[in-house]
């Protein structure tokens, strides 16, 4: 499949002065001799309905997959993860404090309004002000953008943001702390902005079709909740005449056999993923359409840790000492996903981890270790625990849990009642801390240790379990502001073994990206290994 060949990386170090006017347009680049489809349609399947398509109140991977055609940042990224400009063609710093970002001239909202220094402040502002309510708020505090912490507390009003549009083309911003990855966080969902007028006229409404004004590739043309979701081209993107694909449509397919079966029949081009148990079988049958790629996910299960008896650190080891992540990984998925023993995944840019002595122990060894546990917390055959096991409808999730909880009654006579929920529901009894142990998984906003590890922060409105830990906290503060890559690295080990010593969550395993992808569908990014596909990228190649 072919590949963008835009190759260079962002580097940035402390007091050095970075410019990204050498980077190279990102778009679709169709190969000499390739013949086009006179159909330049793209049908992708998308796991769930989307809770929202506002990407300040957005939360989750399906609503990223469509934001991001319909809305861009200040930077993108390539088909190798690499950094490249988005709407800002150049930036420049001299300390990682304050950067400067250089606006190219020929953006425009979908309305034709030109897009300015002013639309980037008024959405990070909007996403920072508790009045939003934006359950990503954290990650603009997470960059340590001026009085970013005391806004999200409601402490100080949201226009003291350390961001400043200079000009209609030129915006400021001031980091409280020297971030040496800023940029690459700037690629994020969060980040992107939106329309003032627009929002400002309908309100919650502005994401409906009729109202809908974007700066993508793509503008949203039809959405019809739990059917799909239609983006066309958006012809006043800036490098339109590049884009090759006229239509776009999301289609929210929970059942993965389902969605097998219709791409199989043709109606859908690349899927979300693929049901575990077909996956030898496609990858004998179909082997040109089976598409496994590294992935920047960790999959894990989150203990309430508000309420008891998960409260108990014994508790919370013993269920997950219990999880035998071999069966899982080899037998059960097989698609070549690592046993998950921390919570970032080994394939994050700059980390090592050390893996912690339970994941040394045989799962013999793991299961008497739980018992032990378990019976200290009080509980035995003569009480016995039982909890409800909450995860987000899909077939994939249901045989885990399945068997996950087959394993805690063989291993320890513990009863897991399982419960599934769709997306939305499920996010917000999460969020509320309705549950008592929760499936959960994370993928890293950029390639960076702190993506995954600052979830775990007291601080973080993600951190769905309840976590608050001192030491790990101030771990990670030291973490967030030293200046060095190697004591950064040191401090992100020592946070992963906190973890491990107090096992907020249960970390089962690493992702792969198991998914069908047509072998009509050219400019296809299989190594990225943040799964960042972007619909202008791509291409439909005509029938042989």
């Known amino acids: 499949m072919y590949k963008n060949k835009i190759t260079q990386a962002l580097l940035i170090s402390a007091g050095l002065t970075v410019a990204a006017t050498s980077f190279s347009t990102i778009a679709a680049e169709v190969p000499e001799g390739v013949k086009l489809s006179a159909t330049q349609e793209l049908v992708r399947g998308n796991g769930t309905e989307v809770a929202s398509l506002d990407p300040h109140k957005t939360e989750g991977v399906p609503e990223s997959h469509v934001i991001r055609d319909l809305l861009e940042g200040l930077v993108n990224q390539d088909a190798d993860g690499n950094t490249v400009p988005g709407v800002a063609e150049s930036w420049e710093t001299t300390d990682n404090k304050t950067f400067i970002f250089h606006l190219r001239k020929d953006a425009k909202w979908s309305n034709g309004d030109p897009v300015t220094a002013e639309d980037f ?58 971030v040496p990855y800023f940029v690459k966080m700037m690629g994020h969902t969060t980040v992107k902005p939106v329309n003032k007028k627009v929002v400002e006229k309908f309100g919650n409404d502005w994401t409906k079709p009729e109202n809908f004004v974007g700066n993508g590739a793509f503008v949203l043309d039809k959405w019809v909740v739990n059917e799909r979701i239609v983006l066309k081209r958006n012809t006043q993107y800036w490098d339109d005449k590049k884009t090759v694909i006229n239509q776009v449509t999301y289609l929210p397919i929970e059942n993965q056999v389902s969605e097998m079966n219709r791409f199989l029949a043709g109606e859908i081009d690349i899927t979300n993923e693929l049901p575990n148990e077909h996956f030898r079988r496609l990858q004998k049958e179909h082997a040109e359409d089976v598409s496994i790629t590294g992935n920047l996910c960790s999959y894990y299960y989150g203990f309430n840790n508000d309420k008891a008896p998960f409260n108990d650190v014994r508790v919370r080891k013993a269920l997950s000492y219990a999880i035998d992540r071999d069966i899982i990984t080899k037998a059960l998925l097989g698609q070549g996903q690592k046993p998950g023993y921390f919570l970032t995944p080994e394939i994050t840019a700059n980390f090592n981890p050390v893996t912690p002595e339970y994941g040394k122990l045989s799962q013999k060894e793991r299961n008497e270790e739980a018992k032990a546990l378990l019976a200290e917390a009080g509980f035995d055959s003569s009480n016995p625990l039982e909890f409800t096991l909450l995860y987000n409808t899909s077939e994939n999730h249901k045989k885990l849990a399945v068997a996950i909880a087959s394993m805690w009654k063989k291993s320890l006579g513990v009863t897991a009642k399982l419960e599934n929920q769709e997306w939305k529901t499920y996010l917000d009894n999460r969020r509320q801390g309705n549950f008592d142990v929760t499936r959960a998984g994370w993928c890293g906003d950029y390639n960076e240790a702190s993506s995954f590890l600052s979830l775990m922060q007291s601080n973080n409105s993600s951190n769905d379990p309840k976590y608050n830990s001192k030491a790990y906290d101030g771990i990670m503060a030291k973490a967030l502001s030293s200046t060095s890559d190697v004591e950064r690295e040191k401090l992100y080990a020592e946070a992963e073994k906190q973890l491990a010593e107090d096992m907020p969550i249960a970390p089962i395993y690493q992702y792969v990206k198991a998914r069908l992808v047509s072998t009509k569908v050219g400019g296809y990014a299989s190594n990225n290994a943040e799964d960042k596909l972007f619909t202008k990228d791509m291409y439909i190649i005509a029938d042989k």
Not at 145 to 163: F, H, Q, R, S, Y
């Open 121 to 178: 402040a008024y959405s990070f502002k909007r996403a920072a002000d508790p009045v939003t309510a934006s359950p990503y708020s954290w990650y603009i505090e997470m960059t340590t953008m001026k009085n970013a912490a005391e806004i999200i507390a409601g402490k100080a009003d949201k226009e003291t943001l350390g961001v400043t549009a200079v000009d209609a083309n030129t915006l400021k911003i001031e980091l409280n702390e020297a």
